[in-house]
């Protein structure tokens, strides 16, 4: 073993006793507090993230070159693809169409142009789910599976289902305007009658 091999286990070595230390000190304030973590620290750890996180090319950014390269490696496809829910869901899967809105590989922003790959160590056709849809029509599922589904973190999906939540609250009538909104009928139903 060379001096260069040594040097390198003695700093692995102190860098496993670093994280030993602080995983001790953690576990000193959880018996400080009283409190018996149901995991510990070390083996949460464990649980990070162990896909790589999604990658965002933003279209403003590439050269010509780089566009021009783009266009000739994929031309457009000029196979009709499915248009409504019904054709979609009798095609092949893995869903071929990675450009159709309900894609789960990749996000097209509409304003930007950008482009947010989802799984960027997967191709489309290694993905177990492809369609959002199909997630949908499955039903109820919770948001870690949600979010194995969609590379993102469980948190995530809660925050994006709290604002979607908010979305339909505010754009939807209250019951008090939906109230307003009989009566005013009924009124003018009973103004009509009345004319007649």
Same mark, same amino acid.
């Given at each position: ?46 649980? #990070? ?12 950014? @590439? &050269? %010509? /070159?780089?566009? *021009? ?68 029509? #499955? ?12 590379? @993102? &973190? %469980? /948190?995530?999906? *809660? ?38």
């Amino acid at each position: 073993m060379s001096a260069d091999d040594r040097d390198d286990e003695d700093e692995g070595f102190e860098l496993e006793a670093e994280e030993e230390l602080s995983d001790a000190d953690e576990g000193d304030a959880d018996a400080i507090s009283g409190e018996v973590p149901e995991v510990s620290r070390k083996i949460r750890r464990r649980r #990070r993230r162990t896909r790589p996180r999604s990658k965002t090319i933003a279209m403003k950014r @590439l &050269t %010509r /070159e780089e566009l *021009r390269v783009g266009a000739m490696m994929y031309p457009p496809v000029d196979i009709p693809r499915p248009s409504t829910r019904e054709e979609c869901r009798g095609e092949q899967r893995p869903c071929p169409w990675v450009a159709c809105k309900h894609h789960l590989y990749l996000d097209i922003n509409p304003e930007t142009g950008s482009i947010k790959i989802n799984f960027p160590d997967l191709e489309p056709w290694d993905l177990q789910h492809t369609c959002a849809l199909d997630v949908a029509e #499955r039903g109820g599922i919770t948001l870690e599976e949600v979010g194995e589904i969609m590379n @993102l &973190t %469980r /948190e995530r999906i *809660r925050q994006v289902e709290v604002r979607g939540l908010l979305k339909l609250k505010m754009g939807s009538p209250s019951p008090d305007e939906l109230g307003a909104e009989l009566l005013a009928q009924a009124a003018l139903a009973g103004k009509e009658r009345d004319r007649n």
